[in-house]
């Protein structure tokens, strides 16, 4: 605004305005903080386009994609073959089985060990956090591979149990259920550990030394304060977990065997091996449609925004 | 609730030690049966750390605890059935305010029935009758410190401990809260170990007041002995406001800047002692001197209003600067002093209080 302007709004400011009097700079100050807003919306613009161009259009031409029948036209065939392939229920089925195992696991693994970070003192916690985070840096293929050369036939556990005497003939620990699983919470694990140990470290002592005091043993100071306020970390942590296998295809893919198809597998043979763009385009729409409900389904029950990092006001 | 059954606590010899610094350094320290006793000390000081070894969440490194006859140093917080009011309140944001209320009666297996009547009888106590079923995110400052109170004394303890329960309130409220507190205090007749670093709120409320300095007990007494004769300069210093004086002594008569003193109990010992000089104690003196009291000649250097009252800064002829403190009524303020004008400021022998120099 030149100064012209100013000394205009100035004078009317002085004078009072027709319609009453007018605040003191009252537009000038208005449009600044308009300014600023927009600076901020630049400054996010990149990464609102890149969104765009990477997440929005290609989620949009899937979804296009999976209403294109074979001869070329819009149909309902490819949702109509998951409702009548039994095969296809037995996926889902497989892929929330799988993931709800895992997490389930993961919770029973984690919890312990999130507590147990969380009594630490600061030096020594930092460094077994590092000890949880060097496995979250590492390859996601070198650990699944990792995990089919212990696990294997002839891998390090087999051969160091026979050795041993512990078993006669080699044990089916991987290329089957069993083996997904070893390797799906292994790679999980820290998701569930970050989101508890956080919740767990903003628990103020004070409130563990009001509940002894009060009278309560420590299992009871546990189970009737610390846990309770534990939980929207616990929750967090889980529905990451549970989300993320939801999706998951290097390790099932790898230590499964081809015995356990999860979604994200049938996604990728429907491309590779049949080129039939509309069927997996439908999996991928259905298996999308399924965690955005859950994900709603979720914050129906506790404040996503809170538990993913936010405090209580 | 009616009068409870009061311990008494009685501390020896209590020793703390973090590395090389002693956070408690062999105190001793007897609390009476229903007495309302603060410890007072500047932050850093030992007195939470005490207070902590009393409720059993500090392992001290040596000493003895009593609760009554029993000896309790090795008890765990859990059973030590004292009533706690935190500094944070630490009420368990996952309950209503009825639960937070009932949970030690609850632990203590009351039955339903009387749980009801018990937790609705303590908020009532404390003024919040029928707020059970809210949220503690829903009440404000005041009404928090409120609830962690009716928590604490709901399972009718004999001792009741409370870390500067008022610290995190507005000055008006906190100033209702310590009349309230004492009001209680009067009605249960509960043994009460108070922590705070206020003054003002340690004289107001306290039977006696223990001054900790360094993890040591520096002076226990009544808030008035103790402001009127404390018997070291740390007392001196850190409740109320004092300048001093350096004493001689002459044939056992002490002597202030060549002039004898008038003063009725001077300490013993042949090392030298402290005048210890109160703004509000000092007054200007103008006309005939009184017989009973001590005059010291200054200059002065300016004057402030504080509203309530206004205080003179003069610089005594011995060239230490005193504070004198007036009532700003008119009358009053219509004769201060000028700056620069030489005055006499006047003692009275009632409040010239001699402490050793250490």
């Known amino acids: 605004m030149n100064e012209g302007a100013l000394a205009t709004e100035a004078a009317i400011g002085a004078r009072g305005h027709p319609d009453g009097p007018q605040p003191v700079n009252a537009r000038a100050l208005r449009r600044d903080a308009a300014r600023e807003r927009l600076a901020l919306f630049g400054l996010c613009s990149p990464a609102l386009l890149l969104v765009l161009v990477i997440m929005i259009i290609p989620v949009g031409w899937l979804f296009w994609l999976s209403f294109v029948g074979e001869k070329g036209g819009l149909s309902m065939e490819n949702y109509q073959r998951m409702i009548d392939s039994r095969a296809y229920l037995q996926i889902f089925r497989i892929t929330f089985e799988v993931s709800a195992i895992t997490t389930v696991v993961c919770v029973l693994l984690g919890y312990p060990l999130a507590y147990f970070l969380s009594q630490l003192p600061s030096r020594a916690a930092n460094l077994c956090m590092i000890a949880v985070l060097v496995p979250l840096w590492t390859s996601l293929l070198v650990r699944t591979y990792a995990w089919l050369v212990l696990l294997q036939r002839r891998g390090l556990i087999n051969t160091w149990g026979m050795d041993l005497g512990l078993w006669h003939d080699p044990i089916a620990i991987v290329h089957n259920l069993l083996g997904t699983l070893i390797g799906m919470v292994h790679i999980m694990l820290p998701f569930l550990i970050l989101p508890v140990y956080g919740s767990m470290k903003t628990i103020d002592r004070d409130y563990l030394k009001a509940a002894a005091n009060l009278g309560a043993r420590p299992a009871q100071v546990f189970w009737k304060v610390f846990f309770p306020l534990s939980l929207p970390g616990l929750f967090a942590g889980g529905l990451i977990v549970f989300i993320l296998c939801l999706g998951f295809y290097v390790t099932p893919a790898i230590l499964g065997g081809g015995r356990v198809i999860m979604v994200a597998m049938s996604i990728a043979t429907n491309i590779e091996l049949f080129v039939n763009w509309g069927a997996a385009s439908a999996l991928g729409v259905v298996l999308l449609a399924l965690t955005l409900l859950i994900l709603y389904v979720a914050s129906r029950v506790i404040r996503l925004d809170q538990v993913l990092g936010g405090r209580d006001p | ?358």
Request: aromatic content about 6%; proline content about 5%.
């Open chain 2, 1 to 358: 609730m009616s009068k409870q059954a009061s311990l008494p606590i009685t501390i020896q010899g209590l020793t703390k030690r973090y590395g090389d610094a002693f956070a408690l350094d062999r105190v001793d320290l007897h609390v009476r049966s229903g007495e309302f006793l603060t410890l007072l000390g500047p932050s850093g000081s030992g007195k939470t750390t005490l207070l902590m070894t009393i409720a059993g969440f500090t392992r001290p490194d040596s000493g003895s605890l009593k609760f009554g006859d029993v000896e309790s140093i090795r008890t765990p917080a859990h059973k030590r059935d004292l009533g706690m009011v935190f500094q944070s309140y630490a009420l368990f944001p996952h309950m209503s305010v009825a639960d937070n209320v009932a949970f030690s009666l609850k632990l203590r297996k009351v039955p339903r029935s009387e749980i009801g009547r018990r937790v609705e009888n303590a908020l009532d106590m404390v003024q919040l009758g029928g707020f059970g079923a809210r949220r503690i995110t829903q009440l404000s400052g005041g009404q928090r410190q409120r609830v962690a109170l009716a928590r604490a004394i709901v399972f009718e303890p004999r001792i009741l401990l409370m870390d500067e329960p008022l610290s995190a309130l507005d000055k008006k409220l906190r100033e209702h809260m310590q009349i309230e507190l004492r009001r209680l205090h009067e009605k249960l007749g509960i043994t009460t170990v108070y922590v705070t670093h206020d003054q003002r709120e340690a004289l107001t409320m306290s039977d006696r007041i223990a001054v900790i300095c360094k993890g040591r007990v520096a002076q226990i007494d009544a808030p008035r002995q103790l402001y009127e004769r404390p018997i070291n300069k740390f007392v001196a210093g850190f409740i109320g406001d004092s300048a001093f004086l350096p004493v001689t002594f002459s044939q056992g008569r002490p002597l202030c800047a060549g002039a004898a003193l008038k003063v009725d109990d001077a300490p013993v010992g042949d090392g030298g002692a402290l005048l210890m000089l109160r703004p509000e104690r000092l007054r200007i003196v103008t006309g005939q001197p009184c017989e009973d009291m001590n005059r010291f000649a200054g200059t002065v250097k300016g004057a402030i209003y504080q509203g309530d009252s206004y205080l003179l800064h003069v610089a005594l002829a011995a060239g230490i600067e005193v504070c004198v403190r007036g009532a700003s009524q008119r009358d009053a303020m219509a004769c201060i002093p000028e700056t620069g004008a030489a005055i006499t400021l006047g003692l009275h022998r009632d409040d010239t209080v001699l402490i050793p120099d250490e």
